[in-house]
C-alpha cells in the first residue's frame, strides 16, 4: 500500500498544534459570528464555538447542562476541523431576544459562545449566498444534504462556484512513450478484473488551471493546519462515464443524500444512483438507501489498484470501452479505519471525516483512535480476513471536500 511508509495516523501530533492555527478554535467563544436571527422567535439553535476538546459523544451533555433551564428536544453534535458546535432543538419557542441574551450567558463560568437561529428555511439565509461559497474554501458540504446532516438553507448559484468559467483539455499519451508505458503496467498490475482482462486502447492527460489550483490550494491548507507535509498519493476512481466531461470540468463531487430523479434535467437519464443537484431541486428528493455503496459515508471513494475501481466504472462508452480516471489525491493527515463495521450501514451517513472508533470492532486489541483532525479515511484492506459489508478486501481512501482529488489522465479500455 502507498501509505505503508507513514507515521501511524492514529499516532496524534502534539496537542494543540492544529488549534493555533485556525482562528475561533484555541479555547471555546474564541471567535464570534455575527448575530443574524431576524425571525421573531425560534425553537431551532445553532450554538457554536464550544469546547475544542469536547468529542462528539461529549457535545450534546456538555450543551444540555449550559442550557439546562430550557425544555429541549434534540441536540446534534457538529464538527468542522476543530470547531465545536450543536444543533438545538427546543420543545418551545423562545424569542429573538430570548435567542440573543443565550449570547451573553456565560460558558463554562468564563466564556461567551456564539448562539444564532438556525430554523429550517430560516428568512435570514434564504435570501443570501451561502458565506462559505464566499469564504476561502469555496465549498459547502451542506449544500446537498437532506437527511444525513443539517441541510444549509442558503444560496448557491452556480455562478459563484470557481470552476463556473474552468475549461479542461486533453492531450493523447502515447501508449508506447515511457508515460505511457507506466500507466499502463501499473494499470494492468491487479489485471484480471472481476469480469475479464482490460486491454488499454488509449490515455489521455487532463488539465484544467482552475481546477489544479484549487487543489494546489486545499493542499497547502492542509500541510499548513498540520504543520507538516500531507500525504498525496495517485490513485484511481472509476465512476458513470456520461457525467466524466463533469468531472474534468468541476471536479469529482461529493455525493449527495438522495436519489436521482429522472425527471431532473441536471441528473436524470444518466444512470446515477445519487443525484448531482443541491437541497434545492425539486425532483430530486427521495433519500439515498444503504445498498453496499457508500460503506464509509458519502464521500469520494478511491483506490491503489485499478481493479477495484473498475468495479464502480457504468455506461461505458457503445456498452465496450470503459473509463477510469488516474487522480492526484491530497490525502493529508489520514485516519485509519483497520477493523469491521459493527452495522453495515453505521457509517453510510458520514458526510465528513469525524472519529469512528464507537462505529467500528477493530482487528487489533487495544488500539489507539486518533482524537486531533483528520482529513481523509484510510479504509485498510484486509485481505481473507474481511466480511462482506463489513470491511474490505482491498483498500480505499475515501475524500470529503472535492479540491482534494485532480483528475489527471483518463484511461480508457474494453475488457476481453
Request: net charge positive; charged share 20%.
Amino acid at each position: 500500500s502507498p501509505l505503508d511508509f507513514m507515521v501511524n495516523p492514529l499516532v496524534s501530533a502534539a496537542d494543540g498544534a492544529l488549534r493555533q492555527k485556525q482562528t475561533g478554535a484555541s479555547e471555546p467563544g474564541a471567535f464570534h459570528r455575527r448575530f443574524t436571527m431576524v425571525a421573531p422567535c425560534t425553537k431551532h439553535l445553532w450554538v457554536g464555538f464550544l469546547d475544542p476538546n469536547l468529542t462528539d459523544e461529549e457535545i450534546p451533555k456538555d450543551v444540555a447542562e449550559w442550557l439546562s433551564d430550557l425544555e429541549i428536544d434534540r441536540i446534534s453534535p457538529e464538527h468542522e476541523s476543530l470547531r465545536r458546535a450543536a444543533r438545538v432543538v427546543l420543545k418551545k419557542y423562545i424569542s429573538k431576544d430570548a435567542v440573543w441574551e443565550l449570547g451573553r450567558r456565560p460558558y463554562h463560568g468564563k466564556y461567551t459562545i456564539c448562539v444564532d437561529d438556525c430554523q429550517p428555511q430560516n428568512p435570514a439565509h434564504t435570501s443570501q449566498v451561502c458565506p462559505r461559497y464566499k469564504g476561502v474554501s469555496k465549498f459547502c458540504r451542506w449544500a446537498n444534504i437532506r437527511y444525513a446532516g443539517n441541510p444549509c438553507d442558503f444560496q448557491h448559484p452556480p455562478r459563484m462556484s470557481p470552476t463556473i468559467r474552468a475549461e479542461y483539455w486533453m492531450e493523447d499519451v502515447p501508449l508506447r512513450s515511457a508515460k505511457g508505458e507506466e500507466l499502463v503496467s501499473h494499470f494492468m498490475q491487479s489485471a484480471p478484473f472481476h469480469n475479464g482482462t482490460p486491454r488499454v486502447v488509449g490515455i489521455q492527460s487532463i488539465s484544467n488551471p482552475i481546477l489544479h489550483e484549487r487543489y494546489e490550494a486545499r493542499k497547502r491548507y492542509q500541510d499548513s493546519k498540520h504543520s507538516t507535509a500531507g500525504t498525496e498519493c495517485e490513485l484511481y476512481h472509476g465512476t458513470n462515464c456520461n457525467i466524466l466531461p463533469i468531472v474534468y470540468q468541476h471536479g469529482l463531487k461529493v455525493p449527495s443524500d438522495f436519489m436521482a430523479d429522472d425527471r431532473c434535467p441536471v441528473s436524470g437519464g444518466k444512470g446515477l444512483s445519487t443525484s448531482l443537484c443541491n437541497n434545492d431541486c425539486k425532483f430530486c428528493t427521495q433519500p439515498h438507501q444503504w445498498n453496499r455503496c457508500h460503506m464509509y459515508g458519502l464521500g469520494i471513494y478511491l483506490a491503489d489498484m485499478a481493479a477495484k475501481s473498475h468495479r464502480y466504472v457504468s455506461q461505458p462508452l457503445h456498452g465496450r470501452y470503459y473509463k477510469i480516471v488516474k487522480c492526484r489525491a491530497a490525502l493529508g493527515n489520514p485516519y485509519l479505519v483497520e477493523g469491521h463495521l459493527k452495522k453495515q450501514d453505521a457509517m453510510h451517513d458520514h458526510i465528513f471525516c469525524a472519529p469512528v472508533e464507537n462505529k467500528i470492532a477493530p482487528i487489533t486489541k487495544g488500539q489507539a483512535w486518533a482524537r486531533e483532525d483528520n482529513d481523509t479515511y484510510y479504509v485498510k484492506g484486509l485481505g481473507g480476513a474481511a466480511r462482506p459489508g463489513a470491511s474490505v478486501v482491498n483498500s480505499e481512501y475515501i475524500c470529503f471536500v472535492p479540491w482534494q482529488v485532480l483528475p489527471v489522465y483518463e484511461i480508457t479500455y474494453e475488457l476481453c
